[in-house]
């Protein structure tokens, strides 16, 4: 069990983030980066599996600055709350919410004591796609079938640092065709496509793929494991 704490963007706002500890010393840590849900109980199961893989898991409420304590499920109108929250944020004034994920890694490397890696769910994957390419402090990212990450908007961006990229093949949001031009446009970034949905690692959303999701997970603790020592 976590902790919500309160993080400093740099623009002054206070922001929330809910902050798992791993039972040992942190060999590192991971900012998660929450779905379109927000903070859920799903995102924090997340959080606190990698803290019981013993990295300090920070996950920031990237709504707080449109909608204070956002906690969805996975109903058709959850999702379409969620789609509206998202849109809010889009059009915030720049930096957004990366200055949100700033402070996240900031504080999760400053706890920690050692390298921070992020890592992201849907929306948040498109936000760790974006953070990877933009923000400082990071030693690896590994997003999951980030929405928007496969336009060409996105894949004009250059990572900073390593990328583990994992995809679905029947995403109905993310095409197989633009999983392969950003698989072109981006060799250094290391792509998994799993047979599967969007979703698949959320074990509370019926796309759900518990074998797809297990891989998934193998595959990033592993990359994890060699970026952030």
């Known amino acids: 069990m976590g902790q919500f704490v309160e993080l400093k963007a740099a623009d002054g706002t206070a922001i929330p983030a809910y902050v798992a500890t791993p039972s040992g010393a942190p060999k590192g840590a991971v900012v998660v980066t929450q779905e379109i849900f ?39 109108a959850d ?27 900031d504080y999760a490397a400053k706890t920690s004591g050692g390298k921070v890696g992020i890592v992201g769910y849907c929306w948040g994957g498109l936000l760790t796609w974006r953070a990877a390419c933009e923000l400082n402090g990071l030693a690896a990212a590994a997003p999951y079938y980030g929405g928007g990450m496969t336009t060409p908007e996105e894949i004009a961006r250059k990572p900073k640092v390593p990328v583990m990229a994992h995809f679905a093949d029947t995403d109905q949001w993310i095409p197989l065709d633009s999983i392969e031009a950003f698989k072109q446009a981006h060799p250094e970034v290391q792509m998994f496509v799993y047979p599967g949905h969007h979703g698949f690692n ?13 891989l998934a997970r193998e595959r990033t603790l592993g990359f994890f494991a060699e970026h952030l020592k």
């Open 38 to 76: 927000g903070v859920n109980s799903h995102i924090r199961s997340v959080a606190d599996g990698y803290a019981a893989d013993g990295y300090l898991a920070v996950a920031p409420s990237t709504f707080h600055r449109v909608k204070p304590n956002v906690e969805l499920g996975y109903t058709d």
């Open 79 to 105: 999702m379409g709350e969620g789609f509206g929250y998202k849109t809010a944020v889009d059009a915030l004034p720049a930096p957004g919410v990366l200055q949100d994920l700033q402070a996240a890694i």
């Open 202 to 214: 959320c074990d509370q959303r019926g796309s759900y793929d518990a074998a797809a999701a297990k």
